[in-house]
C-alpha cells in the first residue's frame, strides 16, 4: 500500500480544511486507517482512526466534535474533515495504513505498517 496525503494549507483560526489520502492497492479497503500528526520538538500523535468498512471511528480528545474521519473505498481514499481550527492544530498530518487487513484500528503509531509523506497543517491566530 502507498499513500499520499494532500490538502494541507495555512489557514485561519476558526477556518476548516480536508485533508485527504489517496492510496495505491487493491487491496486498500481491507486495512484500518488513521490521521496522525507531529508538530515541532514533538512526538507524533494520533487523531483519528477509521476500521476498514468505514463503520467505526475514534479521535483523540483534542479533536473531538471538531473532525471527521470518513472513507470512501470505491476511491482507494480516506479523509479528514477540519473544523473549527485552532493554532495547536498546527502540525504535519499524516495518514497510515495499518499493518493487517481487518483487524481493528489502533492509536499507536507503531501499529502501522504504511504511511504517507505527511502534509502541513498551520493555522494561525
Known amino acids: 500500500v502507498q499513500l499520499q496525503a494532500s490538502g494541507g494549507g495555512l489557514v485561519q483560526a476558526g477556518g476548516s480544511l480536508r485533508l485527504s489520502c489517496a492510496a495505491s492497492?487493491?487491496?486498500?479497503?481491507?486495512?484500518?486507517m488513521g490521521w496522525f500528526r507531529q508538530a515541532p520538538g514533538k512526538e507524533r500523535d494520533y487523531v483519528a482512526t477509521i476500521n476498514w468498512t468505514g463503520g467505526s471511528t475514534s479521535y483523540a480528545d483534542s479533536v473531538k466534535a471538531r473532525f471527521t474521519i470518513s472513507r470512501d473505498n470505491a476511491k482507494n481514499t480516506v479523509y479528514l474533515q477540519m473544523n473549527s481550527l485552532k493554532p495547536e492544530d498546527t502540525a504535519v498530518y499524516y495518514c497510515a495504513a495499518g499493518r493487517s487487513a481487518y483487524t481493528r484500528p489502533s492509536i499507536a503509531p507503531h501499529e502501522y505498517a504504511y504511511w504517507g509523506q505527511g502534509t502541513q497543517v498551520t493555522v494561525s491566530s
Open positions: 492497492g487493491p487491496t486498500f479497503s481491507r486495512y484500518p
